[in-house]
């Protein structure tokens, strides 16, 4: 996902807030249960190998996908459908909502969702905004929020990431940022993609999902996707 400094800033700072007072939009669900999700996707060359993992494992999870990416490859994410994955949007262009006026958010989202409609045969219902900007912060402006409720998509963020888009990112980094922070009822953040990362991260990623796997095993967590995972006001899969 590639955090500029000022979206780090705003996810960063109102994270506890929003987690305790917004437990959907943060991805809070039920206790016993991990949310499982990847951004950016999906990608021909990397995309798959995250599926057979998952498969292998008997593990189904949420692909929030750019717009752009299944309208130029449409077997990865046809794939990824068939497979029984739950299919999210992550927007068109890679851009804060922010600093985008409410017509071309709206044009964006729009986009985006019918592209993913399109290739696999269902239009999504949850979205990620690019970089997470849709914290505490973007509450006050609310245009995004409308965006999607016009077009029929709930925004959820997440509860903790491995930060695996780093340049200097090991799979013995991204292990450890993201399991100090994961709790039961926590959403995972990591990418199945490097389209906005650093060149071959997604190897990195793959490389840490094993223990990341195991260590939920340990903790009596269920993995799964979000129509699993008991977002308040959403129905469960």
Excluded: N
């Amino acid at each position: 996902m590639g955090r500029p400094p000022h979206s780090a800033a705003v996810v960063s700072t109102f994270g506890p807030l929003r987690d305790a007072v917004m437990p959907r939009l943060a991805g809070r669900g039920r206790p016993d249960h991990v949310a499982l999700t990847f951004d950016d996707g999906p990608d021909h060359l990397s995309t798959p190998r995250f599926l057979d993992f998952l498969d292998a494992r008997g593990l189904r999870a949420t692909f929030f996908l750019l717009g752009p990416m299944p309208a130029r490859s449409p077997g990865p994410a046809k794939e990824t459908a068939a497979a029984g994955h739950e299919i999210a949007v992550h927007g068109w262009h890679h851009r804060p909502l922010l600093l985008r006026g409410p017509r071309a958010a709206d044009d964006d989202l729009a986009r985006a969702r019918d592209a993913v409609a399109d290739v696999t045969g269902r239009p999504p219902v949850l979205f990620r905004p690019p970089y997470g900007v849709m914290s505490t912060a973007a509450v006050m402006s609310t245009a995004a929020h409308l965006v999607c409720r016009r077009l029929g998509l709930t925004p959820v963020l997440w509860t903790c990431w491995g930060e695996d888009w780093r340049r200097r990112a090991t799979p013995q980094s991204v292990e450890h940022t993201l399991l100090t922070d994961l709790r039961g009822g926590g959403t995972v953040l990591l990418h199945d993609s490097d389209c906005t990362s650093t060149t071959g991260s997604w190897r990195t990623t793959l490389t840490a999902l094993p223990r990341i796997l195991d260590t939920c095993q340990e903790r009596g967590w269920q993995v799964g996707p979000l129509r699993e995972h008991g977002l308040p006001g959403l129905p469960r899969g």
